[in-house]
T-cell receptor, first 119, second 111 residues
Framework: GAVVSQHPSWVICKSGTSVKIECRSL??????MFWYRQFPKQSLMLMAT?????????EQGVEKDKFLINHASLTLSTLTVTSAHPEDSSFYIC???????????????FGPGTRLTVL | ELKVEQNPLFLSMQEGKNYTIYCNYS?????LYWYRQDPGKSLESLFV?????AVKQEGRLMASLDTKARLSTLHITAAVHDLSATYFC???????????FGEGTQLTVNP
């Protein structure tokens, strides 16, 4: 089956530093990837839609200059949290959509998540 | 703006009992997903419901969709401890678009 990986699985960083999280589709190509954020005991909130070769589309309230997304290839999207602060501590989950798919129902695959802790 | 609401948010039940989790959503959609999340883990896909009246069952879990009422249910039959997890419903507003998640129902099954 289709597999999506995330790296790192967890990261601890100091306030003010930047952290890059990778989302890879291991055995399929993905023109679209979604980035979600989940605070403890809360639901998943969509942050942005990442499209290969074009600019990401950010949800309302998500700072595009703080959360930089790069989808440079059909198998890799990266989320960089710039100048991270403790309030950015969260569980970040990506999902990848099979290239060419018109429906989500059998073509969206979630990564295992990255837990970010900012001290 | 699409809103997805789950009820209850917390559910503690005894093994062997039955219960239903409800998922209401605010706009027209015929695609609804149920996921399971264990602590510290990502999402595990349980069901996708694609049309009005759709019913799917897997083991002790059964999901249904009523698009006219904008309601989906996840029914748990004879609960076992291994079902303890957080369950999310998610609605796809238009075909191929992103998902909007409910708040999640944290289920604890006690021996």
């Amino acid at each position: 089956g289709a597999v999506v990986s995330q790296h790192p699985s967890w990261v601890i960083c100091k306030s003010g530093t930047s952290v890059k999280i990778e989302c890879r589709s291991l055995d399929f190509q993905a023109t679209t990837m979604f980035w979600y954020r989940q605070f403890p005991k809360q639901s998943l909130m969509l942050m942005a839609t990442s499209n290969e070769g074009s600019k990401a589309t950010y949800e309302q309230g998500v700072e595009k200059d703080k959360f930089l997304i790069n989808h440079a290839s059909l198998t890799l999207s990266t989320l960089t949290v710039t100048s991270a602060h403790p309030e950015d501590s969260s569980f970040y989950i990506c999902s990848a959509i099979l290239a060419g798919a018109t429906d989500l129902w059998d073509t969206q695959y979630f990564g295992p998540g990255t837990r970010l802790t900012v001290l | 703006e699409l809103k997805v609401e789950q009820n209850p948010l917390f559910l503690s039940m005894q093994e062997g009992k039955n219960y239903t989790i409800y998922c209401n959503y605010s706009t027209t959609s015929d695609r609804l997903y149920w996921y399971r999340q264990d602590p510290g883990k990502s999402l595990e896909s349980l069901f996708v419901l694609l049309s009005n009246g759709a019913v799917k069952q897997e083991g002790r879990l059964m999901a249904s969709l009523d698009t006219k009422a904008r309601l989906s249910t996840l029914h748990i039959t004879a609960a076992v401890h291994d079902l303890s997890a957080t369950y999310f419903c998610a609605v796809e507003e238009t075909s191929g678009s992103r998902l909007t998640f409910g708040e999640g129902t944290q289920l604890t099954v006690n021996p």
